[in-house]
């Protein structure tokens, strides 16, 4: 009975490592993320240990003959396969895998659910094993295949069964959840200090990244958005469609647009057939997710000439960058507009001032009746190996060159206005943004550059009238004291982040005429300009390193008005994973941190809340 149990023990796991090896078959064809990404690496580790105990565990034939049976070697594999179990056990509870740090174990993806089983079963299968001293030989093969058989099928069974019975069919369907009475917009607060909530996608959408919503943060997924409240977390409506992996989303204007990309059939690619027809949008109002309109694209039609992507959508036309006449991938791209009901093209252009100039700059920025695009431009015949050479050649005195921010009608393409540059003061810039006005007036247009030397710009959207034309040379220096980033821009200024030598980072105010005021003085703690970052109306909350204080537990670093930044805990706020810090986004009701788990083994969205 006992030679019995331990063949049952070592086919649950033997049937462990098949089990593993046949779900990294089905996610790879199934899933663009890896098994690492989604379940961690706990299975791995069983699988290495579940192997070891296999190949030198088991007797899978006959001792030499004469070779006597030693009692002291069997108390050796004994003890080795007690720390093997132990080992193995220790791997199975740490919780990430088996679902401690979910709402529910129904809130696992099959993929999840299978490796938990793979990782149970090995230490199970290895206790299974020391029901005798000895390792188990295997002949003669009629008494120990069956159960050996019978434990592989087991753990078989229990990989098939556990994630039919635990994961919700419903999940395999679209999953819209629209807001009956959404809350009022909670008032995006003067500062925050600790973290109020944490939210993780169920049940295995990956999060790309998080935006500003109407009520807090709009968490966009692989696989969907949804919507939260920023001061404690609950959601306030979603909408999930776990087929359509890495789908595109878009957020303005008021709108969320969801385009479900169709997959492609590459087997049918290789053999000439065509690709999908048809790639399907739709529309949600940002408020309560309640859908607005859909519409199909022509996928056919989009990709002649070049790649189109959606940039921007008002009003039932979709506006999208458009490369139908070629170019380089540096180069900046056409656009075009569509009616989004016909399917119609309403109108397409070049950004480029006039024929045979090489341009570079960003997509278009859809607002509400307009379409702003920003680019600089050089002669083609100034060009001599490739367009990568346009940035340098603005940043150059010589060649001739020329800037422009142009307004567009939305429906009609017609020009409403532009704004032109030329010669030294030139730059190469960044897509547009709309950004508060002066004293709470409307909003202004913003244009930056790619280089932190490069100028602010400020402009009218009405006219295009220069608000502000802030260089570098113009801000207010001082011996020792170096301009790292602008990290906010409104129509009365800029604020800036600086680093003064020895005495680590601050925070100050320009005004148009480059007068400098300080907001945050230097306190010893130093940030970088590429540091994740939000701005609150009397805060500035950046990403920080781990720090011993805290152990391995993420953090973010505050910067208060009138206070120094400094770098004791009054400076922080300790978040409440062990997680990497990829984005901050001020929010109403708080700050939106999005973390990740070490080897991606999760992403969750923290609240930060007064």
């Not at 290789?270 to 199909?296: C, I, K, Y």
């Amino acid at each position: 009975m006992e030679n019995a149990l331990s063949w049952v023990g070592a086919g649950a796991v033997a049937g462990a490592l098949l089990l593993a090896a046949v779900t990294l078959a089905l996610h790879r064809a199934g899933q663009d993320t890896g098994v690492i990404e989604e379940v961690g690496l706990a299975w791995f580790w069983a699988c290495v240990l579940g192997g070891f105990v296999l190949v030198l565990g088991v007797r899978w034939k006959n001792v030499r003959a004469g070779e006597p049976p030693d009692a002291e070697r069997g108390w050796h594999y004994a003890l080795c396969l007690t720390g093997t179990a132990v080992l193995t056990a220790l791997i199975a509870g740490n919780g990430a895998l088996l679902g401690a740090d979910s709402p529910a174990i129904d809130a696992l993806s099959p993929t999840e659910l299978r490796m938990a089983v793979v990782v149970c079963a090995v230490p199970l299968g290895v206790l299974l094993m020391l029901t005798v001293v000895r390792r188990p030989l295997l002949p003669p093969r009629s008494r120990s295949l069956p159960p050996f058989a019978a434990g592989a099928f087991a753990v078989a069974l229990a990989g098939t069964s556990v994630p039919l019975v635990l994961v919700d069919e419903d999940q395999s369907g679209v999953r819209h959840v629209v807001a009956e009475d959404p809350p009022e917009s909670a008032a995006l607060p003067d500062r925050v200090n600790r973290s109020g909530w944490a939210w993780e996608p169920e049940p295995s959408g990956t999060i790309d990244r998080i935006v500003r919503g109407a009520h807090g943060p709009l968490v966009v997924l692989d696989d969907g958005v949804v919507s939260l409240d920023g001061t404690d977390g609950t959601e306030i409506w979603s909408y999930r469609d776990p087929a359509a992996r890495d789908a595109a989303v878009w957020v303005g204007n008021g709108q969320v647009l969801f385009t479900r990309v169709p997959e492609r059939d590459e087997d049918a690619a290789e053999h000439g057939g065509n690709a999908p027809e048809e790639q399907f949008t739709r529309v949600f109002d940002m408020v309560d997710g309640e859908l607005v309109t859909e519409f199909s694209v022509d996928t056919g039609e989009t990709s002649r000439g070049g790649a189109r992507t959606l940039v921007g959508w008002s009003d039932g036309v979709r506006v999208h960058s458009d490369r139908r006449d070629g170019g380089e991938p540096d180069e900046a791209p056409g656009m075009s507009a569509w009616d989004a009901e016909s399917g119609e093209e309403l109108w397409y252009r070049d950004p480029g001032p006039e024929p045979g100039a090489a341009c570079a700059g960003g997509p278009p920025r859809v607002r509400a009746e307009t379409v702003v695009y920003a680019v600089a431009c050089v002669d083609e015949e100034d060009l001599t190996d490739s367009t990568r050479q346009i940035e340098s050649l603005i940043r150059d005195e010589e060649p001739d060159k020329r800037f422009r921010v142009v307004a567009v009608d939305l429906r009609t393409g017609e020009e409403l206005w532009s704004y032109g540059l030329e010669g030294e003061e030139v730059f190469v810039p960044d897509r547009p943004w709309a950004v508060p006005g002066a004293e709470g007036r409307g909003s202004v247009i913003a244009v930056l550059g790619h280089y932190r030397s490069d100028p602010v710009l400020l402009l009218d959207p009405e006219s295009g009238e220069e608000l502000m034309y802030l260089s570098e040379d113009m801000v207010e220096a001082a011996e020792g004291f170096s301009q790292e980033a602008v990290i906010d821009v409104d129509g009365s200024g800029v604020t800036m982040l600086f680093s003064r030598s020895g005495e680590g980072s601050e925070v100050d105010r320009i005004d148009p005429d480059g007068h400098r005021t300080s907001l945050i003085g230097a306190g010893g703690a130093h940030v970088s300009r590429h540091s994740h970052r939000a701005v609150l109306p009397e805060q500035v909350v950046f990403a920080a390193d781990e720090s011993p204080e805290t152990g391995d537990r993420a953090q973010v670093s505050v910067a208060s008005h009138g206070e120094l930044f400094g770098e004791g805990l009054r400076n922080r706020i300790v978040l409440e994973t062990r997680a990497n810090v990829g984005q901050l986004v001020a929010v109403p009701g708080g700050v939106a941190a999005l973390v990740a788990e070490p080897y991606h083994q999760g992403a969750r969205v923290e609240g930060l809340v007064p």
